[in-house]
């Protein structure tokens, strides 16, 4: 059973960037493909990008893609999340999940595709 643990959230200016990353423990990384979420005050997680467990195939969210890179380290069983350009909008709890087995990354937008999740880190925006 795969445990997470996220890190690398802060306040940071519009127009400013962060890296998140997720540190994945307890488990056989390779065999885990790997997905981002985030959810604000008052409203549902939402989907931001997945990866799949060889890091060739990812998916993004049409409000971050182009600002926002999802990678895998599997030497370091670990993720990131490169988040530049970073608007208000964009605050929230992001956590990130894994699912067992192969899928392609755009068949990993559901909450429900993960069985496993981290603690979140909050990422504050300010305009």
């Known amino acids: 059973q795969v445990q997470l643990a996220e890190s690398g959230g802060g306040l940071v200016q519009a127009g400013g960037s962060l890296r998140l990353s997720c540190a994945a423990s307890?488990?056989?990384?390779?065999?885990?493909?790997m997905g981002w979420f985030r959810q604000a005050p008052g409203l549902e997680r939402e989907f931001v990008a997945a990866i799949s467990v060889t890091g060739l195939d990812t998916y993004y969210a049409d409000s971050v893609k182009g600002r926002f890179t999802i990678s895998r380290d599997s030497g370091k069983n670990t993720i990131h999340l490169q988040m530049n350009s970073l608007k208000p909008e964009d605050t929230a709890v992001y956590y990130c999940?894994?699912?067992?087995?192969?899928?392609?990354?755009?068949?990993?937008?559901?909450?429900?595709?993960?069985?496993?999740w981290g603690q979140g880190t909050q990422v504050t925006v300010s305009s």
């Open positions: 307890g488990g056989t990384f390779s065999n885990y493909a």
């Open positions: 999940a894994a699912k067992g087995g192969s899928a392609l990354a755009m068949k990993l937008r559901g909450v429900s595709d993960y069985g496993y």
